[in-house]
């Protein structure tokens, strides 16, 4: 008798582990690639737009001269001396610390409050599905706050924690909490029934339905709307800090705005993008570890 190797059963060789690392590689170089092709795209076109004359170098300058004088630019992200009354501004951090500190600020702000909002609304909605009480006295006040914009929220902002990264945190939370909810609702109802029923007829208590069949079966959807929610929260962040709540990224682009420096506008337009597009990189890698049971780009969006 001839006993088939892992690797022949089916008459298909299984690949090995440095195969399938070689394959993974291949994947991430061409998506790296195409990445680039379609930024260089949209900054070449952008480029012979300045060169033809149709864009207004004041206005709209190419990225070759906002991303060309990096050092000019980077001395206005010191905004944090603003709040310090008597403070001499020779002895701050150097501009290329003050980006720094800038970017950390803005970026805690944006995970602490997507963290916050994660966690409550994923909890406040199964509890919701799980008992009929919460329901009936939480989801109709939640459904009459969604439509609010975040914005409205800001005087409420100030007046709970005045200035600093409370109220910033405190926008990006309110910002995604009821859609967040509402969203955790929805993917519990659409949780196929079958799946419930199979675990009834195999004694499974209700807590143990929401713990091992439920939570499962709506991580997919959920993961995807936290990817959708961290690009609302740079957009809620900056708008924090652009209207006086605490320095940041908001408040460069506020100040560029005031001082008419559309290369600055533009400088932190790309650090904005470039970080939103590694922490959905990051989020994307962590959604593939966590549904390690779903087929390649199964419940996820990109």
């Known amino acids: 008798m001839t006993y088939q190797t892992t690797e022949q059963r089916g008459g298909v060789a299984a690949p090995s582990v ?18 680039i092709v379609s930024v260089g795209l949209f900054a070449l076109i952008w480029e012979f737009l300045w060169l033809v004359g149709l864009a207004d170098p004041k206005l709209l300058p190419p990225p070759h001269v906002f ?45 602490v409050g997507l963290f916050l909002a994660a ?22 006040t939640i459904t009459l706050l969604a439509p609010v914009s975040p914005v409205a929220w800001l005087p409420v902002a100030i007046f709970l924690f005045g200035i600093g ?54 991580l997919p959807g959920l993961l995807v709307v936290l990817r959708l929610n961290l690009f609302g929260a740079w957009m809620v962040v900056l708008i924090a800090e652009a209207t006086g ?31 939103g597009f590694f922490f959905d990189f990051g989020l994307r890698m962590a959604q593939r570890r966590l549904l390690y049971w779903l087929p390649k780009g199964a419940g996820a969006l990109g």
Do not use: C, H
């Open 18 to 35: 440095f195969e399938a690392l070689i394959g993974r590689l291949k994947g991430s170089a061409v998506a790296i690639g195409w990445t």
């Open 67 to 111: 991303l060309g004088n990096i050092a000019e630019q980077a001395q206005f992200f010191n905004t944090a001396q603003r709040w310090q009354i008597g403070v001499d501004p020779s002895a701050g951090p150097t501009p290329f610390q003050a980006v720094g500190i800038t970017i950390i600020s803005s970026t805690m702000r944006v995970l």
């Open 165 to 218: 990264n409370a109220p910033a945190i405190f926008m990006v939370f309110i910002a995604l909490f009821f859609t967040m909810t509402l969203a955790t609702i929805t993917q519990i109802d659409s949780v196929n029934p079958n799946y419930i029923n199979v675990a009834r007829t195999m004694g499974a208590t209700k807590r143990q339905i929401y713990t091992r069949v439920v939570l499962p079966a709506i």
């Open 245 to 275: 709540v605490g320095y940041g990224l908001g408040q460069v682009i506020m100040l560029a705005r005031n001082t008419f420096n559309p290369g600055l506008v533009f400088f932190t337009i790309v650090i904005i993008g470039l970080l």
């Open 119 to 140: 966690v409550i609304s994923i909890s406040v909605g199964i509890a919701i599905r799980y008992w009929k009480m919460m329901e009936n006295l939480t989801l109709p």
